[in-house]
């Protein structure tokens, strides 16, 4: 089963200085990666995702993500970060087996806090 | 485009008692729309998919008698809680794939369910 882990469950970066969320995968096949961010109370919102091509993905934001098939991550990255950034981040990886409908899998969630 | 609606946002409601949550894609037909729970600090967990004129399938786990999901139309699923108990309380979030492809995900705002 394709799996994605996300190895820190909170991440504290200052204001303007460039952000990374971590996330690498498991999977059989060609992997299919999401970013998605939740607020508080809130339902998720897509960022960006990778299917096929450039390594680097540009999404909404101004967040990228970078596919790194040698170390199976897919981590999420800003240039300069901003206080309405602090948000839930999920990393998530798409599944289908046989005829099955896709769906996505999701990691357990990466708390981004930026500090003023 | 591609927005999704629940109704309703929250509610409350005594053990016993069934509850009924709509998902709604308002711009756009979805052939299918997956429903998950999210506890307090933790990941999305999938429940079920749910396709049009179908029956849903359900995750592994995942009481079919007591979350009750009807896909009755391309724009509207329904979740019903049946006979509610206090640990059914939690946070519970459709999505519905959009047309434009199978990764095109997007999510409704959540419905968050208080069982007393």
């Known amino acids: 089963a394709q799996s994605v882990a996300q190895p820190e469950d909170q991440v504290n970066v200052a204001e303007g200085n460039p952000l990374t969320v971590k996330c690498t995968y498991s999977?059989?096949?060609?992997?299919?990666l999401f970013w998605y961010v939740q607020y508080p109370n809130r339902g998720l919102q897509f960022l960006l995702k990778?299917?096929?091509?450039?390594?680097l993905v540009k999404g909404s934001y101004g967040f990228e993500a970078e596919f790194n098939k040698s170390q199976t991550s897919f981590h999420l990255k800003k240039p300069s970060a901003l206080v309405s950034d602090s948000a839930l981040y999920f990393c998530?990886?798409?599944?289908?087996?046989?005829?099955?409908?896709?769906?996505?899998?999701f990691g357990k969630g990466t708390r981004l806090h930026i500090l003023p | 485009g591609a927005v999704v609606s629940q109704h309703p946002s929250w509610v409350i409601c005594k053990s016993g008692t069934s509850v009924k949550i709509e998902c709604r894609s308002l711009?756009?037909?979805?052939?299918?729309m997956f429903w998950y729970r999210q506890f307090p600090k933790q990941s999305l967990m999938l429940m079920a998919t749910?396709?049009?004129?179908?029956?849903?399938?359900?995750e592994q786990g995942v009481e079919k008698d007591k979350f009750l999901i009807n896909h009755a139309s391309l724009t509207l699923s329904t979740l019903t809680v049946t006979s509610a108990h206090p640990e059914d309380s939690s946070f519970y979030i459709c999505?519905?794939?959009?047309?434009?492809?199978?990764?095109?995900?997007?999510f409704g705002p959540g419905t968050r369910l208080t069982v007393t």
């Open positions: 999505s519905a794939t959009h047309p434009r492809g199978p990764y095109e995900q997007y």
């Open positions: 999977v059989s096949g060609n992997p299919y």
């Open positions: 990778y299917i096929t091509g450039d390594n």
């Open positions: 998530a990886v798409r599944d289908k087996v046989g005829n099955r409908d896709d769906k996505i899998i």
């Open positions: 711009d756009f037909q979805a052939t299918t």
């Open positions: 749910s396709n049009e004129g179908s029956k849903a399938t359900y």
